[in-house]
Structures are given as structure tokens and as C-alpha cells.
């Protein structure tokens, strides 16, 4: 702001030299880190691009065909985690910002983070002991009786650990990100638009659809692809709680189900070596493009909208 | 005849029903609360009677259906008293809280879970033992407890400074290509999946140390390039709400820019910053994957971040569950205990972020 | 104003103090046990996760015998171990397999003397139990065949008639088998499939393998999630260290025409009852498991694991520690520490024996 052609320079002074170098040194830093990642991602992952059954014993064939299941049973839980999260994280936030009374607000909002402060091992011991016995009676009926619907095709899981609980789970550690943020952007919905609305006679549900939702839009959008990169690098909790065989099938309620990139990762790494170690890297290198297209895709969109709807 | 208040229906046509939200019919303020019980009971006296059969009486069932006739009752009442568009808004009103207290049963059925078995072990013992030539029953977390401390704040050393320092570079200095690639850098930057810093970590130090190095300072590495992210862009949002006259106002007195920022800028967003660092604390110190991979685990006090395994709680909760041994219950017990702990740490730090963000807030008015 | 900035350090820094100024009270200083050990310095083991409940056991009571010994296990996983055994970052390795021909042929371990090759010694012995659940059912008889083809996916339902032939009077369910299987790599797998392999090699056409063969049944992660998922589950079975059975119903396993359940003296047996690897040094101790041993009282389902050191080392600092580690392992006193917190099977005195022999021969 105060480097336009002014005629007049300002000094510099030592200190400034020091300070500016130093923020951009940290700015830099990041560069260097990033670019320490990705090469060690890439350099590591090479040996794993060639290299067939022969070399690395958890590949059947080549790399390709080991990492398919698993970039599908990534997209899969964590689409279907978003799926099930969103419509409830915008409903909370609504609920939060708009429905409850405004002295609990604050208070509520804490609650829903507290879900956010509980460590992802913990979702997982909780998901295999509390919430997948929950949900299989629930499966078997839905098995039972919906059973020509292609997604609750049998046989049902015995044990309930299927791609719908990990979902569930993935769901649970969502929704307070998605919660937070959407809450935030509602309460900065110009307070006038919404008195204008209010004054029009609508009703609240009016006054949140013409005034609210449209301003918060670019916000849930951003909310929602956090959410999902959470959910698509979520790695112990799914460990945990699925049943992983690494088929690929949408099918919800059955034992069979694909793995996670990240989950196998961790169920792998540890009994790993030679060249395993870096197909599993390679993998993480995989997780890492995807995520991040997921992000890229996501800035484009709020990016976009933020021109056209004038909003910010 | 008293027994009709109500108007007859043969008044005539000139009081046909304009249907206007305000003369339109109300509900009384207390009805959804009516209801909602109405509906409590018809739902329990459903399942009553079913339960009379001999089947367990089905708590799960009670609820659900009864969400399900209020919804449609209090919708249908309101189209038939109050019109379309108040029963609408009603619909909405119950889905909305409908949606809040369904996130309600996961946190309050993690809490009963967490809290009942974790106060089995949660005692003098637990944090003040480790596990050092222990097998069985006792023991305790005292080495995950000084390793998570230990770890995540070198984490926080290093990622504090440099992300900070970023986010004001960004929001004071930063102009053109350089700026531009470094918020897009931390955009990707927070997409870095836990485990793949993890690994980063474990491959960086392997460098160093050999192959199969696993050391404390690794597992801060890999929070950091967990935390660094979260910090940049928490600071650099608080940064931005400064506004711009303040900044004028100092250069106008012939304050230096560095000064501006370190007497001015950075004391009024101070609290939204102090926040954002201790959420971004509390973000990271859950962490479990990195910290398996590259700090490893062990059953024994290590202060030195240098040299040697190094246990944190989220990865003592989780090889207490899965390398059990005899007998296995004292084993859960202590897993549960040491997620009981991790979670209050978290709790404390998100409750003083709030205090902080509470008393530290900028006097001038919004 | 700036101080206000550094709250956040300032606290950690202070409980992190407060943390740091007190010290694990079972972690004391040594020399006040009283022991007239002599013994004293650092050794470094890795691999097989499987024997790390053992080790820790083991560890713990040679570190009380001999408190200025430090030993650390890495359960790094048996390959992994192996690997770090060859390139000298350990001084002992614990594997679920021996080093095969190619291996040993080929030599090179780095913390050996040239050209000299290692003692393996079977020291952990774990029973593997299959493991179900089923209500108002204990025990079941199933034959190999009839394993292998519940694990396989070929027999689906409890009261399938394999099951029924060998169970008579137990009266099975109308109810879906679900099989489950560890989602990850691991030496119990391996041992499991290889013993579906050997001993029903026409259901089970898979080659022995640490990650589950095929897509079926149902995966869960370690030894835990396989007894949760089956305890959690409803016509589950799966297969788990036989320590970890608890309360579920095991299978006794069909071994020449007879149904044995498994215990520690049965799993032993079969150690016994199998021969040495030909060809291989006097002291390297590698076992061929015979899975389909027919002798009586055998239980055919177990993990063998290994503790590998070398023949002669090439420093000798270590040695005499390695020695008297190995031996403390040997020991009744060792097994019977591991039997009660792992729950393996103590090794047979014939056995011991020859161990014993083989740590002597170490230099």
C-alpha cells in the first residue's frame, strides 16, 4: 500500500530490513518444506512405478492395479462421509447461528468442537466398540428388506464394520470442521439483509434461504472440501473400523469392502520392507494428488462464485 | 346457544380467507413443546405394546419414530392453522434442531464410553508410572504423557515463528508471484494428509540417523508440517480484520513499518492469534499415524529428543489396544484412561483459547 | 504487549517443566535392587511384532535381574527385521521365519565375523486358536477340510452338513459364517494359511501369505480387531493368538482322525514332532513345521518365531549379553514368563537342549 509511484521514498530503516527479510524467509520456508515432501514423495515413489510382483510382494501384477481399490475405497468412504455430514453440519450451524437462543450459542458451538477435539484413535475404539454392534441389526433389516436396492445388496456383515460405519465414523470427525466454518460465515451474513428480509414478512426459513444460504454459499463450499481432504487422509480410525479386503464395490452393508489409501498405509507400514516401503509411499504420494486436485477444484469453485455473487 | 363461539361457516363471501402471515391463524407458543410429547407418548405406547410381546422395549425405535410423527404432525397442523409457508418454516425449524441433536448422540455416546472406562485406570498411578518392565496389570502413561508434551511443543516452536512470520508476510509484504505461490503453497500445504507427513518425517531423518531411525524430534517435524498450515492461515485471517486505518494512523506518526506491525498490528489481533495457535496445539496433539511412524513407540521415560523412540498418548492408546497382552482388560483400561486424558488436555486448551480469545479481545468496538 | 504472544509457548514450557521435574516412579536409578549382576550395556533387537508382548516380558525381567542393562525391542515387523539384522543396526533379530537357503547361502550379515552364520533359535511357540462365535456353542470338531472351506467362503451357513458330520449332538444354527481374516500383514496369517495349504490342499489352493490371499470374508486390523470383530459379531469366526480366545468358543482341529484343542504342551508337540531344516549348521536351528503330522496330541496351528543372532560375532563387546539374554529366554524361568503374558507354548526340554547347546556355541 505504500509502494505506489510516490515521489517521495520512504527510509528504510535496519529493523524493517531485518523484519521483511525474516517474513519472507518464513514464506520461504514453506516453499522449501513443500518442495522437501514432494521430492522425497516422488524420489521414493520410483522404484515402486516399475515394479512388478516379482520385486514387492503385496503387488500382485504392478503398481496400477494395487492402487486402483484404493483410491476408489478413498473416494467412496470419504464421498459418502460428506454425503451423510453436510446436510447435518449446515443444519447444526443454522441451528447454532440462527435457532438457538443466543446465550447458548457460544456455548453450543463448543459442544459440537469438543467433537473435534477427540483424537481420531479414540473415533476408532469407539466405532468397533460402540457404534458398529449399534448400526447391525440395522443393516440386517435393511439387508432383509431393501435388499434389490443395489447399495444394501447381501450378505449382510456379522459384525457391522462395513464402508457405511467408517463413513459414519468419518462423519462424526467431519462435522464439526464443516460445523465450525459454516457457523462462522452465517453469523457474518450482513445483519441488514437479514432485518430487510425479516421486514418483507418472511418467515425464518425465508429470511435463511434469500439472505443467509446464498451469502454463506462459497463458505459451505470451502467447508465441505476441508471436510472432505479430512476425510480422505483420515487414517486410523478407518484402520480400525473397516473391513478391508480390497474389493472394489459400492455395495454398503457387506464384509467385503474396498481399503483406504491412508488405512492401508498404516495397517501395511509396519510389517513393511525393501521395496514395500516404497510402494506404500507411492501410494501416500497418490493420496497427496488427490487431495490436493480435491483442493484445487474447490478453490476454483469459490473462486468463481466469490465473482459472481459479490460476496466477501 | 352457547356452545358455538366460532363464527358460523355461512357468513358470506366477503370474509374469504386472505392468507397473510399476519392474520393468518397461530399456533399457541407452546404447542410444538405439546406435540413433541404427544408424539413421545404415542411412540412409547407403540413400542409398549410391542414390548408386551415379549421383545425388549426398544429405546432407539421410541425416538426415532416419535421424530418422525412430530415432524409430520406439527407440519400438518401448522399447513392446516398457520398456511404453507409457516408450515415450512416450521419443517425446517424441527430438521434443523433434528440435525443438532443427532450430532448430540455420537459426542454424548463417546463421552459416557470414554469417561466410564477411563476412570478405571484414571488415577495416582497412571501419571506417575510408565510402562517400564511392566506386563500386565498397573503401569501407567507418564512417558506418553512428557513425550506428547515434549513433541508437540518443539512442534509448536518451530511452526509458531514460521507461520506466524508467513502470515504476516503475506498480509503486510506480501505482493505479486511469491505471495501468490506461497498461499497457494499453504492451500496444498493443508491438504497434506497426516500420514504422508509422517512418512516425509520418518524419510527425512532417516537421512540423518540411518534407516530405522525413529526419534522424537521426527514425530515434532511431522506435526509441524501438520501445524505450520493451520497457524499461517488462522494468523493471517485475524491479521486481515486489522483494519487498514490503524496501520495509516501509525505510519502518519513516522512509525516504521516493522514497528506498525509489532506494536500495533500484531497487539490487536493478538487474541484471534493466541486462539488460532492453540487450536491448531490442539489439532495436532490428537495426531496418531505420523507419530507411529516416526517417533515410534516405547515403555520408557525418554527426555531426550535426539536419541531413541519416544511414546506420545494418542499412539499409547492406540498400542494399548492393539498389542495386547495378559490379561487384556488392564491393557483397554489403561488405552481408555490415556484417550480420557488426551481428551481433557484438548478440552483445557480449546476452553483457554476461548478465555484467551475472551479477555484478550480489542477494546476499540465493532 | 509481546509477551502476550508467547502465552501459548509460555504455558507448554511450563507444564511441560512440571511434567519433566517429576520422574516415573518405576523408573529408578539402578543399583539399588541389590543385584550382583555384572552384567552391563545396551542391546538393540528387532523384527516380528508377534513376539513383542513376549519380549517385553522378557526384557522386563532380565532388565530387574541385571539393572545396568538396557535392552530395546523394535517390533518392527519381521522383514524389517531381518533387514536390520543384515545390516547391523541390531544385535539380535526376532523373525516368524527362519532366513531361507538363498539367504543364508548368500551370508553377509554385517555384525558378524566374515564369512560365519547364525544361530536361529524357535524360542516363541504361539498356538494360533480359530475362534467363533456362536450362542450356547463352546467347542466344535472340524477337520481341516472344513476350515479351509469356511475361511475359503465355500461352506456359508453354520449348519452346513461338513460341520454337522463331525458335531453331532451340537446343535447348529440357521445362521450366515462370517469369516474373519487380518486386514494386515502379519506372521499369524502366514502361519494360518500356510497351515490351510499343507493340510487341506484341495480347498485351499492359496500359497501361505502375511496378507489375506483374497477378497472375502471379513478383515479386521491386528489380533484385537479379529477377537472384537468375532466377539462383536454374530456367527463369527476368525483365528487369533490362543491367549487372546478368552470366553469365545475355539475349534478343535482334526489331526489324524482325532480333534485336538489346543494347549501349550499340544502346540510344543508339534514342534517337536517336526524336523530340522536340512542342510543347515549345526547350531542353526530353523524347523520344517509339519502341518500334517498325524501323531497324537498334536496341535498343528501354531506361529513359530525365531530369535536370530550370530554364530560369532565380529566385535565382542556384546556377546557375553547376547548370551546371557538368549539364555535368560531359554530358561524355563523366560517361558514361563512369556506363557503367562503372552500366552505361548514353553518349549520341550529335548528341545532346550539343543538351544542351550546352540547359545553356548555363540562367540
Known amino acids: ?312 | 346457544m352457547t356452545t358455538t363461539i366460532t363464527p358460523p361457516e355461512t357468513r358470506g363471501p366477503a370474509a374469504a380467507p386472505v392468507s397473510n402471515s399476519l392474520t393468518a391463524g397461530k399456533l399457541p407458543n407452546g404447542a410444538p413443546w405439546m406435540v413433541l410429547g404427544a408424539s413421545l407418548l404415542v411412540s412409547a405406547g407403540l413400542f409398549g405394546v410391542i414390548a408386551l410381546s415379549g421383545a425388549e422395549f426398544n429405546w432407539v425405535g421410541t425416538f426415532v419414530v416419535a421424530a418422525i410423527i412430530y415432524v409430520a404432525t406439527i407440519t400438518l397442523l401448522s399447513r392446516i392453522v398457520e398456511g404453507g409457508r409457516r408450515s415450512t418454516d416450521r419443517f425446517v425449524t424441527a430438521l434443523v434442531t433434528g440435525a443438532f441433536l443427532l450430532a448430540m448422540i455420537p459426542l454424548i455416546s463417546l463421552s459416557i464410553t470414554v469417561v466410564t472406562f477411563g476412570l478405571n485406570r484414571f488415577d495416582v498411578e497412571f501419571f506417575t508410572y510408565s510402562m517400564r518392565n511392566v506386563t500386565g496389570e498397573g503401569g501407567g502413561a507418564l512417558h506418553a504423557i512428557i513425550g506428547t508434551v515434549l513433541m508437540t511443543g518443539t512442534a509448536a516452536l518451530i511452526s509458531i515463528p514460521i507461520g506466524l512470520m508467513t502470515s504476516i508476510y503475506l498480509v503486510e509484504y506480501g505482493r505479486g508471484r511469491l505471495a501468490r505461490g506461497i498461499t497457494f503453497l499453504v492451500d496444498v500445504m493443508t491438504g497434506i494428509p497426516s500420514i504422508v507427513a509422517g512418512l516425509f518425517a520418518y524419510a527425512l531423518f532417516a537421512i540423518f540417523w540411518g534407516p530405522g531411525t525413529r526419534t522424537g524430534i521426527a514425530g515434532a517435524v511431522a506435526l509441524a508440517v501438520l501445524m505450520i498450515p493451520v497457524v499461517v492461515r488462522s494468523s493471517e485471517e485475524m491479521l486481515r480484520l486489522v483494519p487498514v486505518e490503524l496501520r495509516e494512523a501509525a505510519y502518519a506518526l513516522g512509525v516504521p513499518k516493522w514497528l506498525t506491525i509489532v506494536k500495533v498490528v500484531l497487539p490487536t489481533s493478538i487474541a484471534g492469534i493466541t486462539t488460532g495457535i492453540m487450536l491448531s496445539i490442539a489439532r495436532v496433539i490428537g495426531e496418531t499415524a505420523p507419530l507411529l511412524i516416526a517417533a515410534g513407540f516405547t515403555n520408557s521415560v525418554n527426555y531426550d529428543m535426539t536419541e531413541g523412540r519416544m511414546q506420545s498418548l494418542p499412539v499409547f492408546v492406540y498400542t494399548q489396544y492393539a498389542n495386547q497382552g495378559n490379561p487384556p482388560e488392564a491393557y483397554l483400561d489403561r488405552a481408555w484412561a490415556a484417550a480420557l486424558t488426551l481428551i481433557l488436555i484438548v478440552m483445557v486448551l480449546n476452553l483457554v483459547a476461548r478465555l484467551v480469545a475472551r479477555f484478550f479481545a480489542p477494546k476499540y468496538g465493532r | 504487549m509481546n509477551l502476550k504472544r508467547f502465552a501459548a509457548p509460555a504455558v507448554i514450557a511450563m507444564t511441560a517443566a512440571l511434567a519433566l521435574s517429576s520422574c516415573a516412579a518405576n523408573e529408578g536409578g539402578s543399583g539399588d535392587s541389590g543385584s550382583d549382576s555384572t552384567l552391563s550395556g545396551n542391546l538393540v533387537g528387532a523384527g516380528a511384532s508377534s513376539q513383542d508382548s513376549a519380549q517385553q516380558a522378557w526384557i522386563a525381567g532380565f532388565q530387574t535381574a541385571n539393572p545396568d542393562v538396557t535392552i530395546d525391542y523394535d517390533p518392527s515387523g519381521s522383514g524389517a527385521g531381518r533387514d536390520t539384522f543384515l545390516s547391523g543396526a541390531s544385535d539380535y533379530a526376532g523373525s516368524d521365519r527362519a532366513f531361507n537357503d538363498e539367504e543364508i547361502a548368500e551370508g553377509g550379515f554385517a555384525k558378524c565375523a566374515p564369512d560365519t552364520s547364525v544361530v536361529e533359535l524357535p524360542l516363541y511357540i504361539s498356538p494360533i486358536a480359530v475362534i467363533f462365535n456362536l450362542e450356547g456353542v463352546d467347542s466344535l470338531d472340524l477337520d481341516p477340510a472344513t476350515i479351509a472351506g469356511i475361511f475359503a467362503g465355500d461352506i456359508t451357513n453354520w449348519n452346513d452338513e461338513a460341520i454337522a458330520a463331525t458335531n453331532e449332538g451340537v446343535e447348529l444354527p440357521d445362521l450366515a459364517i462370517t469369516p474373519v481374516h487380518r486386514s494386515d500383514d502379519s506372521g499369524t496369517t502366514e502361519n494360518f494359511t500356510d497351515y490351510l495349504g499343507a493340510a487341506a490342499p484341495d480347498v485351499w489352493t492359496y500359497e501361505a501369505d502375511g496378507v489375506w490371499p483374497f477378497e472375502g470374508g471379513e478383515g479386521a486390523q491386528g489380533t484385537s480387531g479379529v477377537v472384537d470383530a468375532v466377539t462383536n459379531g454374530t456367527g463369527t469366526i476368525g483365528y487369533a493368538d490362543a491367549s487372546r480366545a478368552g470366553d469365545l468358543g475355539t475349534v478343535a482341529v482334526g489331526v489324524g482322525g482325532e480333534f485336538v484343542e489346543y494347549s501349550p504342551e499340544a502346540a510344543a508337540a508339534i514342534v517337536d514332532a517336526s524336523p530340522f531344516v536340512e542342510g543347515r549348521d549345526e547350531h542353526d536351528l530353523a524347523i520344517e513345521l509339519d502341518r500334517t503330522s498325524e501323531e497324537a496330541g498334536v496341535y498343528p496351528i501354531v506361529l513359530v518365531s525365531y530369535l536370530i543372532a550370530c554364530q560369532e560375532y565380529a566385535e565382542p563387546e556384546n556377546v557375553e549379553l547376547v548370551k546371557a539374554y538368549l539364555s535368560y529366554i531359554a530358561s524355563p524361568e523366560g517361558q514361563d514368563v512369556a506363557a503367562e503374558s503372552a500366552g505361548s507354548a514353553p518349549i520341550s526340554d529335548s528341545l532346550r537342549e539343543k538351544v542351550t547347546a546352540a547359545i553356548d556355541s555363540i562367540q
Open chain 1, 1 to 312: 500500500m505504500t509502494t505506489a509511484a510516490a515521489p517521495i521514498r520512504a527510509k528504510q530503516r535496519p529493523g524493517d530490513r531485518v523484519f521483511s527479510k525474516s517474513a519472507v524467509f518464513a514464506g520461504s520456508m514453506i516453499l522449501v518444506t513443500l518442495a522437501a515432501v514432494a521430492t522425497f514423495l516422488i524420489v521414493q515413489s520410483i522404484p515402486a512405478f516399475v515394479a512388478d510382483g516379482e520385486d514387492a510382494s503385496i503387488l500382485d501384477t504392478n503398481f496400477w492395479a494395487y492402487v486402483g481399490p484404493l483410491v476408489f475405497g478413498t473416494i467412496w468412504a470419504a464421498a459418502l462421509a460428506l454425503l451423510i455430514a453436510l446436510p447435518i453440519s449446515i443444519g447444526i450451524a443454522l441451528f447454532i447461528s440462527h435457532y438457538a437462543p443466543r446465550r447458548l450459542a457460544s456455548a453450543l458451538g463448543y459442544v459440537v468442537d469438543l467433537l473435534a477435539a477427540v483424537p481420531s484413535v479414540v473415533f476408532g475404539l469407539w466405532g468397533i466398540g460402540v457404534l458398529a454392534p449399534a448400526v447391525q441389526p440395522l443393516y440386517s433389516w435393511l439387508v432383509d428388506n431393501l435388499g434389490w436396492f443395489p447399495l444394501f445388496a447381501g450378505p449382510v456383515s456379522g459384525t457391522g464394520r462395513t464402508i457405511l460405519t467408517a463413513a459414519l465414523v468419518l462423519a462424526v470427525m467431519i462435522i464439526p470442521i464443516i460445523t465450525a466454518i459454516s457457523r462462522e460465515v452465517f453469523l457474518q451474513t450482513p445483519v441488514l439483509h437479514e432485518e430487510a428480509a425479516l421486514a418483507l414478512g418472511a418467515t425464518r426459513w425465508e429470511m435463511i434461504r434469500t439472505a443467509v444460504l446464498p451469502f454463506g454459499r462459497p463458505g459451505i463450499i470451502s467447508a465441505a472440501v476441508l471436510g472432505l481432504g479430512r476425510a480422505l487422509g483420515e487414517t486410523m480410525a478407518v484402520a480400525m473400523v473397516l473391513s478391508a479386503t480390497g474389493a472394489i464395490t459400492f455395495e454398503l452393508l457387506t464384509s467385503v469392502n474396498p481399503s483406504t489409501i491412508a488405512a492401508n498405509i498404516a495397517l501395511s507400514f509396519p510389517e513393511a520392507y525393501g521395496i514395500n516401503v516404497n510402494v506404500l509411499i507411492a501410494t501416500g504420494l497418490i493420496l497427496f494428488i488427490v487431495t490436493f486436485a480435491v483442493n484445487a477444484i474447490a478453490r476454483w469453485i469459490v473462486a468463481r462464485r466469490a465473482e459472481f455473487s459479490g460476496a466477501n
